[in-house]
């Protein structure tokens, strides 16, 4: 029951943003969606079924965020996204989605608390919910790497990483991971970057030591 799976979904989305996850109740996200609880039950197995799939889902959407930054139509207000904008708007899209979902900022940093369903463990096996940080971060960056070729994974997973740590300790300004890109070289001066320009000197080539000048 495709459709009832999805509405199950976002009432348990929705009940999640009201309230921490133990405090969720099956029945109320049942009766939000317009379904009977044995079909929640059907559908998921139980409340831990449905946390996973709630992790998953967030994976997912996480996951096709970048696919969009990374598409070859991603375009710029000067015209089509080249591959450092490009890159950039992954960065700016990882920060900006780590900060509005819980869920995100969990997969992507590892730090879960009783607020959340269940931690998914390590792996994509079969039954468990979501990958990991480091798989995550892993499959970002071979996706990065992919649609810009040649651009090396390296710098694609250096991009993600700065992402990362603008999540965990933000700028006094705010200003998003935009400058911590300028002084690795990954995106060049005026560059878009989250809808607004990028200013001041780009590097001019990669910076193999990653010194602060």
Do not use: I
């Not at 079909?39 to 449905?50: I, P």
């Not at 700016?92 to 269940?118: K, Y």
């Not at 935009?178 to 002084?183: T, W």
């Amino acid at each position: 029951m495709p459709a009832a799976r999805e509405s199950l979904l976002r009432a348990a989305e929705a009940a999640l943003s009201a309230h921490p996850w133990p405090a969720v109740r099956m029945t109320e996200v049942a009766a939000v969606a317009g379904v009977s609880r044995q079909t929640l039950y059907n559908e998921f197995g139980g409340k831990g079924g449905l946390g996973r799939a709630l992790v998953r889902r967030a994976a997912d959407r996480y996951l096709d965020g970048v696919d969009r930054a990374l598409s070859p139509e991603a375009r710029t207000p000067g015209g089509p996204a080249g591959a450092a904008e490009r890159l950039a708007a992954v960065a700016e899209w990882t920060v900006r989605e780590a900060r509005a979902q819980p869920l995100v900022r969990a997969l992507l940093t590892g730090c879960w608390d009783g607020a959340l369903p269940s931690p998914p463990t390590m792996g994509l096996r079969p039954g468990q919910a979501a990958p990991g940080p480091a798989e995550l971060v892993r499959a970002v960056s071979e996706r990065a790497a992919a649609a810009l070729a040649p651009e090396p994974a390296q710098r694609c997973e250096l991009v993600v990483r700065l992402a990362l740590s603008y999540v965990l300790a933000p700028g006094a300004d705010d200003a998003g991971p935009g400058r911590l890109l300028r002084l690795t070289g990954a995106a060049p001066a005026g560059a878009a970057v989250g809808g607004a320009p990028v200013g001041g000197a780009a590097l001019s080539g990669p910076n193999r030591t990653t010194g602060v000048r």
